[in-house]
């Protein structure tokens, strides 16, 4: 199985467990790890074969302009289920930080894997 991979996407989303964080938009980093097999894309140079990596960075955008959540993990797991049946994608790893949960920290967050390899 290939990897097909997404770094650092940056989204804003209204997320976390206090009140003052439910009335403002946080930024979230995520990275992506999708199983894919590129075989059949790579063999004839076609497109519409391979992952669309832009599609999938738009519906993370997407799936964080809409989401609320309180808890990080809530996040990290709907979005990966969205992911895996919008993209028919067998197997990723994702990754959420939150960047400024913690002043002494360059980030917090959760990391889930999914899916069979």
Avoid at 72 to 88: G, K, N
């Amino acid at each position: 199985m290939d990897t097909v991979f997404i770094e650092s996407l940056e989204v804003d989303t209204v997320i976390g467990a206090y009140d003052w964080e439910r009335t403002i938009r946080q930024n979230l980093l995520v990275d992506l790890q999708m199983g894919w097999d590129n075989r059949p894309s790579a063999a004839d140079d076609a497109l519409h074969l391979a992952l669309d990596y832009a599609a999938v960075c738009q519906r993370i955008t997407n799936f964080a302009q809409t989401s609320t959540f309180e808890l990080v993990e809530t996040f990290a797991e709907r979005l990966a289920a969205v992911l895996m049946a919008e993209f028919a994608i067998p197997w990723l790893r994702l990754k959420i930080t939150k960047p400024a949960a913690v002043a002494s920290a360059r980030g917090v967050g959760v990391e889930i894997e999914r899916g069979c390899r």
